[in-house]
């Protein structure tokens, strides 16, 4: 069957026309972890409730017999109100959120006890529930909408344009919004030489951390002999704090699909592998749907668009592994081998998966391709900068007031993503301060820190190469002046510590040694010689280790030390924590104000380190002191600190 992309458009359009309202429940993992499903469930029950018609799924009239729409039908008296789910609308920090069209309204942290209000006064009375409106913490401005909202007002998106709106479950909706277009064009108007070259002039670079031209990428691929190719897209994103790729694969899996039919018509490639972590089953169920209902629907199989080209999609679940996102290991995994990495050359182009040439790109990559080739090369490079063309993700997390996914043109500023678009730098108890910023991870554990001096560096490619940080897959973690970046180093260290997979050396024990070395560093040990052999140990892991894992794990060391050497240096020498979060570095100490005498700690203290009379400020000896931490749980004032 050969898809009818223009008669499955025009159905469901002629379907939505009909629908008076839309309710959109933001149905990302974020969300549905928060319980939107339960809020979903309950519009169901109180639109009913209300006497107002209610469709869950759209079908188009007289479509019985369809193949692809009979199985959706609903039927509906009058005008009626749709109820949908979709993936991650960006905003996870205030899910559950709830958008109603076409006002453009967008509740915030809703509850199924919000939802019998909401029916009534938007639904039915046509009014806002003021009371679940964003309000900007910054400026107090109360937003009726994205349309107001800065952490949208702020964006660029287009990877991420129809995530939150469209269903994702439902592939005419897809279509209906131009997808699978561009997949058409290339089919049926384009040759392989064709979908290189525009690709290579779009400047498209692979977002999953190297950077390299994806064009270019798939030309060397094209030109390698042999009738069986593959396409591999890496939906292995294992970076702590990091979910783009996640949110593109559960809010449009059918871009990914398209993007992957667009590399395998460029290369010549008959079949392809979706590869998933296991941690993301809603991820994997719905990009196992949109190939099931691609196939279906006739837009994947054998003799796509009448073209006499096929090509087969299998979906397959990683077991987690960090160092399967790397190529050669993730191909390893596939082949049912242990995912190690190998050595290059050669390259998947040359030989991959089981031999043959293989390309390989990550998810955001392949949701970008659909916008190249249907837009054009030209058009896309209107976005970003001269090398870095485009638009990038990043996870934004951390001491910041608004945490979610956005979506900006590379060469936007970091203080633009943390100031404008993330609502400022908060302290530890969530209150936007405004002088507290320290610093950013960005890139992930692979990554490096940016200093209040990179407020105003243009976020590309090369330009954080050039400060020894790099894009990585998009991690971005806001650290405030409380921060201690001898903890954060060690936090990342522990993470590639126990994801490198140990076949070389280098990574294995020298990830193993420098968090030894950390350790000492934090616990006062430390002396000048730690840091000596923690700066030449992380050099000799970054220029000898096998894989990129091994490369890069050192990064967040080397750059903390480039900007926050003082900050070591305090622990080693001053055996002291600026940030007072290192526990064995800090004084014990009682605060006199907040003492009220009650002698409760001194009777606790277990080695006699407190004194002082009944109902006036006690003291702690540090020099007798174990730092046990009894006297602090039983401080009612908690004028205790340093234990």
């Known amino acids: 069957m050969i898809a009818e992309l223009e008669k499955v458009a025009s159905e469901f359009g002629n379907a939505e026309s009909k629908v008076s309202r839309r309710v959109i429940i933001c149905a990302g993992t974020g969300c549905v972890a928060n319980g939107s499903l339960k809020v979903y469930a309950e519009f169901i029950k109180q639109i009913e409730s209300a006497g107002l018609d209610i469709v ?85 401005k109360q937003c009726t909408g994205t349309a107001e909202i800065p952490f949208y007002q702020r964006q660029s998106r287009t990877v991420l344009k129809s995530c939150g709106i469209i269903d994702p479950e439902d592939i005419r909706e897809y279509i209906h919004s131009g997808g699978y277009m561009a997949a058409k064009r290339a089919y049926t108007e384009m040759t392989p030489e064709m979908v290189c070259e525009e690709m290579l002039y779009s400047g498209l670079r692979g977002r999953g951390g190297g950077g390299f031209p994806t064009g270019k990428k798939w030309d060397l691929t094209r030109i390698q002999p042999g009738p069986k190719k593959y396409v ?15 949110s593109v694969m559960e809010g449009n899996p059918h871009s990914v699909i398209e993007g992957m039919m667009i590399a395998a018509r460029a290369i010549g490639a008959d079949e392809g592998y979706v590869y998933v972590r296991l941690e993301y089953p809603l991820a994997v169920a719905r990009i196992r749907r949109a190939v099931a209902d691609a196939e279906a629907i006739g837009v994947l199989g054998d003799n796509i668009f009448g073209s006499g080209h096929g090509f087969k999609i299998n979906v397959m679940e990683g077991a987690g592994a960090f160092v399967c996102g790397e190529e050669t290991a993730l191909i390893a995994s596939i082949e049912g081998q242990r995912g190690m990495p190998m050595p290059k050359p050669p390259f998947p182009a040359q030989s991959g998966l089981w031999g043959k040439p293989t390309v390989i790109n990550n998810v ?280």
């Open 56 to 140: 869950t799924e759209l079908k188009a009239e007289g479509a019985e017999g369809d193949n692809h729409t009979s199985t959706l039908l609903q039927k509906s008296s009058s005008a009626p109100i749709r109820l949908s789910k979709s993936g991650c609308q960006g905003f996870c920090q205030m899910g559950p959120l709830v958008t109603i069209e076409p006002e453009g309204i967008l509740y915030t942290k809703v509850k199924p006890e919000d939802v019998a209000e909401i029916v009534q006064t938007t639904l039915i009375d046509h009014k806002a529930v003021e009371r679940l409106l964003y309000r900007d913490p910054v400026s107090g």
């Open 364 to 643: 955001e990559t392949l949701a970008s391709v659909p916008i190249v080739i249907g837009k054009g090369a030209a058009e896309f490079r209107q976005r970003g900068t001269e090398t870095s063309p485009g638009t990038k993700t990043f996870a934004l997390t951390g001491h910041v007031a608004n945490t979610g996914l956005i979506e900006v043109p590379f060469g936007t500023t970091l203080r633009e993503v943390v100031y404008n678009i993330g609502g400022g730098v908060t302290d530890d108890r969530g209150n936007v301060t405004g002088e507290g910023f320290k610093a950013v991870q960005i890139g992930g554990p692979s990554g490096g820190c940016l200093t209040e001096e990179h407020l105003d560096l243009p976020l590309d490619f090369d330009s954080l190469k050039g400060v020894g940080a790099m894009v990585g897959s998009g991690g971005l973690v806001v650290m405030n002046k409380q921060t201690c970046m001898v903890r954060i180093a060690r936090f990342f260290m522990q993470f590639t510590q126990n994801e490198s997979c140990g076949k070389c050396v280098l990574c294995r024990e020298g990830t193993k040694q420098m968090l030894a070395l950390l350790d000492d560093i934090m616990e006062g040990n430390g002396t000048e010689k730690t840091l000596e052999t923690l700066e030449r140990t992380a050099r000799a892991v970054q220029k000898g280790s096998l894989c990129g894992l091994g490369k890069t794990a050192p990064n967040p060391i080397l750059s903390t030390l480039k900007y926050f050497r003082a900050e070591y240096e305090a622990h080693v020498y001053q055996k002291r924590c600026p940030a007072g979060e290192c526990k064995a570095l800090l004084r014990p100490t009682i605060d006199p104000a907040k003492c009220k005498g009650c002698t409760m700690c001194a009777k606790k203290c277990p080695v006699g380190a407190i004194t002082g009379e009944l109902k006036k400020p006690h003291v702690i000896n540090p020099d007798i002191c174990i730092k046990c931490g009894a006297c602090a749980e039983v401080c009612r004032f908690k004028a205790v600190s340093g234990v």
């Open 232 to 246: 591999i897209c890496n939906g292995d994103e294992g970076d702590p704090g990091a979910f783009m790729d996640r």
